[in-house]
T-cell receptor, first 109, second 115 residues
Framework: KQEVTQIPAALSVPEGENLVLNCSFTDSAIYNLQWFRQDPGKGLTSLLLIQSSQREQTSGRLNASLDKSSGRSTLYIAASQPGDSATYLCAVGYQKVTFGTGTKLQVIP | EAQVTQNPRYLITVTGKKLTVTCSQNMNHEYMSWYRQDPGLGLRQIYYSMNVEVTDKGDVPEGYKVSRKEKRNFPLILESPSPNQTSLYFC??????????????FGPGTRLTVL
């Protein structure tokens, strides 16, 4: 059974800092990996999706990488802003989807 | 506007009273899925559907039913709700086309309390 872990569970950084969020999975035979953000009391917003054949994807200040052999993905956020404060979730799977428990990010002005 | 809608957004009910949470998408997506989110446990998949009349169990299907009679709708049915089904529920959909790689789009959530 696929297990997905996100460490740390919470992270607090000053505004402007570059940061990396981690996502680990146990079964490397994945179809894709998707990163989401969730604001308090809200739904999930898709940030980036990496196909199994890709190594990375970029959108604005966000860059996600995928290393299937080591079972890891990282989400890099450049020049963090207070508006980036949210919980970040990663998910793997095609039909059956497994989520990590998330990293709660606080960017301090 | 492309979206996934859920109704109701908030629901308080009592043990044993059957309820249905509706989910609808306007993107002509083949795939739809239900999740529940609980503190400390994250999001867990309840059921998913690859297309009309095709449904399958996720990780936590006990106590839930689903149906997929139309492509746009995927209702979640709790026939006899219990307090341990108090949770935040999300519906999601995605295209299974070659270029989509199942990128999921989520509804706003339904907060259910069972007394």
């Amino acid at each position: 059974k696929q297990e997905v872990t996100q460490i740390p569970a919470a992270l607090s950084v000053p505004e402007g800092e570059n940061l990396v969020l981690n996502c680990s999975f146990t079964d490397s035979a994945i179809y894709n990996l998707q990163w989401f953000r969730q604001d308090p009391g809200k739904g999930l917003t898709s940030l980036l999706l990496i196909q199994s054949s890709q190594r990375e994807q970029t959108s604005g200040r966000l860059n996600a990488s995928l290393d299937k052999s080591s079972g890891r993905s990282t989400l890099y956020i450049a020049a963090s802003q207070p508006g980036d404060s949210a919980t970040y979730l990663c998910a793997v799977g095609y039909q059956k989807v497994t989520f990590g428990t998330g990293t709660k990010l606080q960017v301090i002005p | 506007e492309a979206q996934v809608t859920q109704n109701p957004r908030y629901l308080i009910t009592v043990t044993g009273k059957k309820l249905t949470v509706t989910c609808s998408q306007n993107m002509n997506h083949e795939y739809m899925s239900w999740y529940r989110q609980d503190p400390g446990l994250g999001l867990r998949q309840i059921y998913y559907s690859m297309n009309v009349e095709v449904t399958d169990k996720g990780d936590v299907p006990e106590g839930y039913k689903v149906s997929r009679k139309e492509k746009r709708n995927f209702p979640l049915i709790l026939e006899s709700p219990s307090p341990n089904q108090t949770s935040l529920y999300f519906c999601a959909s995605s295209s299974t086309g070659r270029d989509s790689y199942n990128e999921q789009f989520f509804g706003p959530g339904t907060r259910l309390t069972v007394l």
